[in-house]
């Protein structure tokens, strides 16, 4: 009796531990304030990303009871201007099928699933179905697509009673992260899906019935670990204004610095078979980003056509430590929304990243950092508005002195941790140091090396965007030929900053802080 009453002790105790864990103030240590992160518990992907009358739609991967990978749900979030969320009920929970995995959604305009209510076309969502049993079991189907819609704009789901509509066949269990796109050339709808090492296409004329129709990339490109998350969308080339393709391939692990990172490929699709551009067929992978942490990124359907925008967002963070790194109540931020380009520099087509417009109505105070025509060593340019753990730069500087081996930014702060990013000169290489940021006992794999990123333009001069939020770095560099995204966990905020220039001179064109207004009330 007495053990049974010390249990019951001991279950209200944890109880309450955990009902405390629940409440979200926003302002943990870490907690970004111009990110989207969950209000608690644990996030990986983004998914169903759509734009639909006036709203921006963000799900993601999610699992309500804890603060690491669970039974997988999709929460819910929309942004009238990609910046300030609201945050609305799970959106999808797991089933008797199984969890609910990574996939996509669509505005299916013209009703060609016939799910349609009162003239209103459905909101279709396309995602993996993760089977438990089966995978327990040794199966190796225990992967399929299914599928859920709606017509009250995406407030509520229902599930589709004929389910799945894709099982897998192949033999091969990882057959997952359905990206759906209308292709206005074949007029039918095109399934994109990572199948263990390569994507596979799947196309249908209805969102309910789906055929094979090709598979692409078993010998090409980065192999390091299994693919996931696939994208396959058209842009119009910046230089040519032709219609090429895109396909994001993330993979994990394998990326550039180690573990997780997105690979991408630039083509044409024909509506059957996608058939890569010279550059992109061999097994040397071009990344999107050549930071630890933007992975599993997609990107939105249904941006009208006045806007034009192909915009992405990825899941800022890492498989090798994503479950231990230092956050409570909640854990994993999404990286800034991001307009893509597609450029074609010196004969071969890449994608160009730059942080959504919609960012600059954050801005505060700006403060413009006294230019020095020829500077060397360490110059203090910390704002006196702004505060350095959530802030903007942008810096214009040219490299005109052959001895100049490195200039970078350094954040500081009294705990005697430091972050550097910038540029190696010599080695011809943007790179991030977070070696000394701080805290990174939680995992050997986390703040070992320094990472790197390899130039796509020759010019002297390096031009650096960079956002600063509590616990992340985001570089664009070049005009965002370059990115580095990076989680940093200082022990005390970082509140100094400094511009070095190492073995000879920089010159600074110009440079600006911005502070940030925080998005969360
Ligand atoms: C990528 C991923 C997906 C999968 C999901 C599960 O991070 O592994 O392939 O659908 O996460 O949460």
């Not at 897998?168 to 209308?182: A, E």
């Not at 040519?240 to 396909?247: C, H, I, N, R």
């Not at 350095?388 to 705990?415: A, M, P, R």
């Not at 600063?468 to 905020?493: H, K």
Request: glycine share 8%; hydrophobic share 35%.
């Amino acid at each position: 009796m007495a053990l049974r009453i010390i249990f019951v002790l001991m279950l209200i105790a944890v109880t309450s531990v955990n009902s405390t864990a629940q409440q979200s103030t926003y302002r943990e240590p870490y907690r970004p304030q111009f990110h989207f992160t969950p209000p608690t518990q644990w996030m990986n992907d983004p998914n169903g990303l759509f734009y639909y009358e006036g709203e921006y739609h963000l799900f993601y991967q999610y699992y309500p009871d804890g603060n690491t990978w669970g039974p997988m749900h999709w929460g819910h979030a929309v942004s009238k201007d990609l910046m300030y969320w609201q945050h609305l009920p799970v959106a999808l929970y797991p089933d008797s099928l199984g969890y609910i995995f990574s996939g996509s959604a669509v505005v299916d305009v013209n009703n060609t699933s016939g799910l349609g209510k009162n003239q209103l076309p459905p909101l279709i969502a396309v995602y993996t179905y993760h089977n438990m049993a089966g995978e327990k079991a040794g199966r190796n189907d225990f992967q399929y697509q299914g599928l859920a819609y709606s017509t009250d704009k995406g407030r509520t789901w229902t599930k589709y009673e004929k389910n799945p509509v894709l099982p897998n066949k192949t033999g091969i269990k990882d057959f997952r992260d359905p990206k759906v796109m209308w292709h206005e050339g074949s007029k039918q709808w095109v399934m994109t899906l990572a199948v263990k090492d390569h994507v596979e296409f799947w196309t249908s004329p209805n969102l309910l019935q789906w055929h094979y129709a090709s598979s692409f990339g078993k010998e090409l490109g980065a192999h390091g670990g299994v693919w996931e998350c696939p994208d396959l969308f058209a842009m119009q080339v910046k230089e040519t204004g032709k219609e090429k393709f895109v396909l994001l391939v993330s993979i994990n692990p394998g990326g550039p610095n180690g573990g997780s990172a997105t690979q991408y490929f630039t083509g044409d699709f024909n509506g059957k078979e996608f058939i890569p551009h010279r550059s992109h067929q061999n097994k040397q992978p071009v990344w999107l980003d050549y930071g630890r942490d933007n992975y599993a990124g997609v990107t939105w359907s249904n941006i009208p056509a006045a806007d034009g925008r192909r915009l992405f967002i990825g899941w800022m963070s890492n498989w090798d430590y994503a479950q231990v790194v230092p956050t409570t109540v909640w854990r994993s931020a999404m990286t800034l929304p991001r307009s893509l380009t597609l450029r074609k520099l010196n004969n071969n087509y890449h994608l160009q990243s730059t942080p959504v417009s919609e960012l600059s109505a954050l801005r505060n105070e700006f403060e413009g950092i006294e230019l020095t025509d020829l500077m060397k060593g360490a110059i203090d340019i910390t704002p006196h508005t702004a505060t350095v753990h959530q802030s903007e730069w942008v810096l214009d500087l040219e490299i005109t002195d052959t001895k100049t081996e490195t200039c970078y930014l350094q954040f500081s702060n009294g705990s005697g941790e430091r972050y550097r990013i910038g540029y190696n000169v010599k080695k011809k290489l943007y790179f991030s140091d977070r070696t000394k940021a701080g805290n990174h006992s939680f995992s050997e794999k986390f703040g070992t090396s320094v990472h790197t990123a390899p130039r796509l333009l020759k010019s002297k001069r390096i031009k650096l965007h960079l956002f600063v939020d509590a616990s992340s770095v985001e570089l664009f560099a070049d005009d965002g030929t370059v990115c580095m995204t990076e989680l940093i966990f200082p022990s005390t905020p970082f509140n100094k900053a400094e511009l070095v220039s190492e073995g000879g001179a920089v010159k600074l064109i110009s440079a600006t802080c911005y502070s940030l207004k925080r998005i969360w009330e």
